[in-house]
């Protein structure tokens, strides 16, 4: 019984595989979008796709295109094509504004850009598409069901940003370009006013007056002493029992002494 049980399987298998290799090679349109059905609903993304690539140009403007290229557009989703996916999404959806899919389509589609999404070291081209695309579909539908995960990935997204942001001002200090750190740390401040940075960045402000001013010539060292004693203001006005109080404390002794000589 399992020796006749294993030969039905197989003989399946085959049968099935020598189905799929004749729509390949056929040029009958409704044998090859009946066996790219068959692959899709059987989960085999993949050979779905190699049909489903044959038939997308040829089937436009037909009754079943809509279903044909949904099922496409799932095809690469499920089998993690994103930059392609994304595209076919937005394809579809701008092709069948009114299909019962349109809603599904866009939120998808904003799903692949934020699969795109790298680590906020790198290009983050892809972040702000994801973000702009998130919030076309929560404008759209904000009856959605799916709309506290785009909320959710929309924060994520807008957090990474937030973090290459810091981080980038946080580089002008590693090289010591004191300068443009403070301006980097001003924008960034205006930026995310509301940012778990912000004590941080206030002090790292400090810090690169504070680098400024001490190095600078004479002719310059007033101002930017005074300037450095302003961050330090700014950083405890903030939070006046910083964790950087200390270092920050230690820095104003020696600002305010180097200040002594311009007072005479």
């Not at 092709?95 to 692949?112: D, V």
Request: proline share 3%; charged share 25%; glycine share 2%.
């Amino acid at each position: 019984m399992k020796k006749f049980l294993a030969l039905f399987v197989l003989a399946v298998f085959f049968l099935s595989c020598s189905q799929y290799q004749k729509a390949l090679k056929s040029e009958d349109l409704s044998l090859k979008l009946e066996q790219a059905t068959k692959m899709y609903d059987a989960k085999k993304y993949g050979k779905a796709i190699r049909l489903f690539e044959q038939l997308s140009p040829l089937y436009k403007g037909k009754p079943q295109a809509e279903k044909m290229f949904y099922m496409y557009c799932q095809s690469l989703y499920k089998t993690e094509q994103y930059y392609l996916a994304g595209y076919q999404f937005e394809s579809f959806a701008s092709s069948y504004p009114k299909s019962q899919k349109m809603e599904e389509a866009s939120f998808l589609g904003a799903k692949c850009f934020v699969q795109l999404s790298p680590v906020y070291s790198l290009d983050q081209t892809d972040t702000y598409k994801a973000i702009d695309k998130l919030q076309s579909f929560i404008d759209t539908y904000p009856n959605s069901p799916d709309l506290a995960e785009a909320n959710t990935m929309a924060k994520a997204l807008r957090e990474k940003l937030e973090k290459k942001a810091f981080e980038n001002a946080k580089i002008y200090n590693n090289i010591s370009d004191y300068k443009a750190a403070m301006v980097a740390f001003d924008n960034f401040i205006i930026n995310y006013p509301g940012t778990p940075y912000k004590e941080k960045a206030l002090f790292l402000k400090l810090d690169a007056a504070y680098n400024l001013a001490i190095n600078s010539i004479p002719s310059k060292q007033e101002e930017r002493l005074k300037n450095a004693k302003q961050a330090y203001m700014s950083l405890v006005k903030f939070k006046a029992d910083s964790e950087y109080k200390s270092k920050a404390d230690q820095m104003l002794a020696v600002i305010d002494k180097n200040l002594q000589q311009f007072s005479k």
